[in-house]
Every structure is written in C-alpha cells, then in structure tokens.
C-alpha cells in the first residue's frame, strides 16, 4: 500500500467535506489515475440514513462498480456505522448475501471503537464472524486506535 483515501457514499464525510454520492464514477476513476491502493467509504450523512440496508448496499456497490470499472485493484472497504452509536452490531455487512465480500474487500461490523467497553464489544461482533470472512474480504472491527495523548481517538489505561 502507498496511497489510501477516504470518501464518504454520501454528499459530504463525515468531517463535512464533499462525499462521492453521484460522483462514484468520477472519484473511482480520479483515484485510480492518482495511483489510490485503498478507499475507505463512509456512512455519513447519505441519502437514506445509515440503517437502510437495500439502500447502503446500492450505494456502497456503486462505487464498488466504479473501482473495479476502472481497471486497477483498488482495496474497498466499507463503514456501514454512523447513526447507530455506540455499541452497534453491524453484522449484516458480513451475514447478508449483498454484503461481505461481494461488497467490498473490508466491511465494518461493529459502530466506532471509542474506549475499553466499545472495542470488547467490537471483539465479540467479531469473534462470531470469522466465517464471513476470507482471502480478498476481511471483518473490520475498527481496532485501529492511537495511544499518543495527541491522537484523535486514543485509549486510555483505565
């Protein structure tokens, strides 16, 4: 991996800037020629809220379409979390058939790990969905947290 971004399947991320809702094809084919290795999308402020599977399933696998449309591997992973904070079980993304890895390459299955109660949930969605995973398709519990006191989101010892 040399280059990842990070885009939302809404009209703007979660940080406010511009998503790529109805500009799947565009952003796909921009990433690609910027020589993008991974693409995270979000859940934030989209069309039909976060909940609504027929709906994120649509919009997710469109941009899935347009990275593969573009001819270069691109590794694809989903957030399906926003609205459903903070203990959420988002095992649908690797259980129904829309999901997992005919989805994306890495899918969310449980809200933000924030602190020590979010992430020992986050590992017992997890636990339970090792099946859904395999080569080219992972369970992404969000475990990924800084521990420097100027981190974003940082766990504490207690």
Do not use: H
């Not at 609504?52 to 379409?65: K, N, Y």
């Not at 994306?104 to 949930?121: E, F, G, P």
């Amino acid at each position: 991996l040399r280059l990842g971004l990070y885009t939302d399947r809404g009209a703007r991320t979660c940080a406010g800037r511009p998503g790529s809702f109805g500009a799947e094809a565009l952003d796909a084919q921009t990433f690609a020629e910027w020589g993008v290795d991974y693409v995270k999308e979000d859940n934030c402020f989209s069309t039909s809220g976060p909940g609504d599977q027929p709906v994120l399933f649509q919009q997710f696998g469109a941009m899935r379409d347009a990275l593969n449309r573009t001819g270069r591997p691109i590794f694809f992973s989903v957030c399906g979390g926003g609205g459903q904070r903070p203990l959420a079980n988002l095992s649908y993304y690797a259980t129904d058939p829309r999901g997992g890895p005919a989805l994306a390459n890495a899918w969310r299955v449980s809200s933000d790990c924030v602190n020590w109660i979010t992430c020992n949930y986050a590992a017992r969605v997890a636990a339970g969905l090792g099946g859904a995973a395999g080569p080219g398709g992972f369970n992404d519990p969000d475990m990924l947290l800084g521990s420097s006191p100027g981190a974003a989101r940082r766990l504490s010892r207690a």
